[in-house]
């Protein structure tokens, strides 16, 4: 028994430890009251948030639901509730719309110090300032949040002329400062026009604020006011005409309250800006509310270790401010508002209930299409005249579709939001998806609602087409206007004649018509690339009848020339000599073309170098064009198929070509039409070519499914002028066909075509017509080459430089008929034969013997031969024997002193013309001084460069024929002596030494070399050069030197210029 006791003992002992030790492990509790209005029941386990075995509190719910909700009423009934129970927080959801509701809780948890959520109805309205010490925190938004949601919804409408207008109820100049500040640095061009503050108090129709009032003008007006001040101001701008057609509102949710409740001023349309109550129930919000708090008291409990037994030490504030539940985030903002609320953009239906059509979250703003009801599935489409309705269609660059950002879930600033309709098997009618359109249209568009003054609702067409008539009922745009379910269309429409019957059209803004796109392929380079350039007359001309006509020319007029060297031969000058043949100026005019340094031989004529020179600037001419035009013929690797237009052999008999020709165009639209009233035939065989889109008919043509393309004219130059790798062209650089032009669709009889037209000739007409074709219709590829082909240079475009030739030509034979007349008129006048001094020509350049000599029957005959020869013979020196055996030379001329009309009758001087051929003819005039010493040394004596007394004698050395292996007398007969012989009168001038020293050459011989100054008693070995000076008291030079058969004609020649 003893031992039974024993162990029920202790039994008892550990079953008390277990019992202690689970009383201290049970978790602490935690009660939160909940406050509800009467206007909707919730059982009260709907509002304990579910519970979990790691909770590390226990969590009761105290009720309490109120009849009465005014101030006195709340206060009284959440005092006694305090008073009965030990609470750690307060959830408030009562069902009015009374915002006095807000300002009495705040006051309870300032005075309480316990943490009130209000979480529904007026608990949860804006309150203009709360005080420092409350933990008052409200299931809403910020009076700043919902001004910037405002203006969100303002800007995805493109609305931005607007005017605020407020009463005097706490929190208004919050609202205006918000509005202020963030139009001022936004960077969309908003227009504040005008902020109106009315005291709903005052009745007075007299004051400033009801006059400003009456001054508003904007479509778009924004009011922040309480509920019951909103009656008052909405029946007093009914009163003033701003209420209804053309005027938009847009409130608070202060305003709007409990949407249960409705006033009858607030008119149809009107936009609210509201917590989200569509998707977040009461029971969700409760729950939330206390789950708020229950965390909130966790996090103190496992700072401290244990919840304060009085909150007025600690307070949960700061643990409210980060907030979870459930995986979402329930946190609050310093003033106690949620930092990521869920808000909802309301619109008020013509059933008088609010519709929602938009919801906020996380920053980003989603909105229903179309704005108001009433404009769409409620067909009151009368309600606001200013507003319009207005379809378009997809095309770039005149309307280009875009999706909204993903982030902000808006349009980008230079875009107007388009609704696009969606099908969607849960509803009949299918639903809207928000997108982005901008475009050229759209920014024509923008500028015409600036100026016309009205708004509009921007939407995309079902079916995706233009409009086309089919079975007598309109599809596309049209079909939206004819039906009036839009009242303008906007967007690459062109204007024609049958769609002119059923609708009207504005101006035209842009020049169109059709036009033909094909693609270029890869080629190759043709192997008569290089002729290319030039067509082949101009070949022709160059080469057979310009340089073979032009070369007989130079060679004509060279083979007559006076110095020539063809008339060597007529006149017995060196038999040896070269002569220029046509062979070597064809050679010369070739070498000059081409400009290459080859070895030519140049004519002596002056009229020969004349037509040489001018064919030399002709070849520089002809040489550059070549070049330049050479460049796109050898790097054109492509072929674009050559097209000139719908009559085109290509169109209208495709299968002429193999493979047949394929083209088409996009179905049902105004080029299909054209194409299908004109040229039945064609459209007949390119129905099996039709393109959805554009876009697809570019991928076909790239990928060779498509040789040519025919849309409008404008689209096609875009979608040229922006292709990657601008392989696309239209044919002749964009040539139109059927000219017309873009229009806007409207109505028939529309009010609006009138200022529709003045809108755009205005734009027209101010410049910025162009200034949107130069942002949207230009493209990187225009600069490039969009011809088919480089046009090859003709003769039209040579003629110039054949011109030139064919005048130089006619110059040249001037030029040949004063040649002559100089040389054989003019030359003694100039050279001062005749005077006896030195001339002009002997002053400009050197003019040799041969040049200088008299002729037969010319009135200047000179008498200088026959005063030479007898003084010459008077001398010491005796003369060589005479050719005929007598000892007498024979005359050659008569010794005639007189020169008539160019000289004085004393002639002082003349020169002998000097033979380059053997002297064995009876013309061969005698030397007038000759000594022949082989052998000698020259004396070098100075010399007179003004044609002293001087006689040079030119014999034979007999080192050099050894040198040389030349026989002295290979050259000259043998009873000749190789003389070379000038005298002139005696004259003091310019002291000048002369010495002439041989050169060894195997290329040309021995050949003379002129030095001027030599001192005395330079000397060259192998020369024999004498000094006389007693012969007839003259001074005689005589030097010897070898004249061998190859090089005698050109010392002779080089003698004469030294003198």
Sequence with gaps: VQGTMSAVLWMLLLLSR??????????????????????????????????????????????????????????????ELLSRSRLHGIVFADGTDQEAIAQILDFLSVQTQLPVLGVHGGSSMIMADKDEKSTFFQFGAALQQEALLM????????????????????????????????????????????????????????????????????????????????????????????????????VSSLTTGNPDFTPEAFPLGMISVSYDDWEYPLETRVRDGVGIISSAATAMLREKGELPEDWCSGTPRRHMMHVW????????????????????????????????????????????????????????????????????????????????DILTGTCMRNSVPCRKHVKDNSTSGGSYIKQCCKGFCIDILKKI???????YDLYLVTNGKHGKKINNVWNGMVGEVVYKKAAMAVGSLTINEERSEVIDFSVPFVETGISVMVSRSNGTVSPSAFLEPFSASVWVMMFVMLLIVTAIAVFLFEFVSPLGFNRNLAQGKDPHGPSFTIGK????????????????????????????????????????????????????????DQVTGLSD???????????????????NGSTERNIRKNYPDMHQYMTKYHQTGVQDALVSLKTGKLDAFIYDAAVLNYMAGRDDGCKLVTIGSGYIFATTGYGIALQKGSYWKRLVDLAILGIIGDGEMEELEAQWLTGICHNEKNEVMSSQLDVDNMAGVFYMLATAMGLSILTFVSEHLFYWRLRYCFTGVCSGRPGLLFTISRVSENNARPKKNKKCVSSWAWWARATTWSATLSPPPSPTGTGRWPRTRAPTPTCSPCAPTAPSAAAVRLRRRPPT???????????????????????????????????????????????????????????????????????????????????????PRLYR???????????????????????????????????????????????
Aim: aromatic share 10%.
């Design 649 to 667: 052999k290509k169109f209208q008999s495709p299968y002429s070509y193999s493979p047949p020709f394929r083209f088409g165009t996009v179905p």
């Design 921 to 1007: 003819t009876a013309a061969w005039t005698p030397p007038l001084a000759a000594h022949v010493g082989a052998g000698a040394h020259a004396a070098v004596r100075p010399l007179y460069k003004q044609r002293p007394p001087l006689s040079l004698t030119l014999a034979n050395h007999g080192g050099h024929h050894a040198n040389h292996h030349l026989d002295p007398q290979a050259f000259y007969p043998q009873q000749e002596p190789p003389v070379v012989a000038y005298m002139v009168p005696p004259a003091a001038a310019q002291p000048m030494s002369y010495v002439t020293a041989p050169r060894a050459s195997s290329a040309g011989g021995n050949r």
């Design 18 to 79: 277990w019992v202690s030790l689970a009383a201290s492990q049970k978790p602490p509790g935690l009660s939160v009251g909940v406050v509800m209005g009467q206007t909707r029941l919730v059982p009260d386990q709907e509002l304990r948030p579910p519970r979990s075995p790691d909770d590390a509190l226990d969590v009761s719910v105290v009720p309490l639901r109120i009849n009465q909700t005014d101030p006195k009423s709340v206060i009284t009934q959440v005092c």
């Design 449 to 455: 609602a600036r100026n016309v003054k009205f708004t």
């Design 151 to 250: 203006l969100a919804i303002m800007e995805e409408y493109d609305w931005h002329v607007f005017s605020i207008v407020t009463s005097k109820f706490p929190g208004y100049q919050d609202f205006i400062s918000t509005l202020r500040v963030t139009v001022d640095h936004s960077f969309v061009r908003w227009d504040l026009q005008s902020v109106v503050t009315l005291d709903a108090v005052d009745g007075d129709p007299n004051s400033k604020s009801h006059i400003a009032l009456k001054r508003i003008q904007s479509p778009v007006i924004l009011l922040y006011c309480s509920k019951d001040e909103a009656v008052y101001i909405l029946e007093e701008a009914r009163s003033l005409g701003l209420i209804g057609a053309g005027y938009i509102w847009i």
């Design 585 to 640: 100026a064809v050679w010369l005019l070739w070498g000059l073309v081409f400009n290459n340094s080859v070895p030519v031989q140049n004519p002596k004529g002056t009229t020969s170098k004349f037509i040489v020179s001018v064919w030399a600037f002709f070849a520089v001419i002809f040489l550059a064009s070549y070049t330049a035009n050479l460049a796109a013929f050898m790097i054109q690797e492509e072929f674009v």
């Design 325 to 404: 539940n459930e995986g979402r985030d329930l946190s609050f903002t310093p003033d106690g508002y949620q930092a990521n609320p869920k808000l909802v953009v309301i619109v008020l239906n013509s059933d008088r209930t609010w519709e929602k059509m938009g919801r906020w979250e996380n920053g980003t703003l989603s909105l229903m299409f179309p704005v108001w009801p009433r404009y769409n599935s409620h067909g009151d489409e009368d309600a606001d005249e200013n507003h319009l309705s207005i379809v378009t269609l997809e095309e770039k660059p005149f309307v280009i579709v875009d999706n909204v």
């Design 1013 to 1059: 100054r030599i001192t005395h008693g330079a000397a060259t070995q192998g020369s024999n050069l004498q000094m006389n000076s007693t012969v007839g008291g003259r001074s005689v030079f005589r030097g010897s030197r070898h004249p061998s058969a190859r090089t005698h004609s050109q010392h002779t020649h080089i003698w004469r210029k030294t003198v």
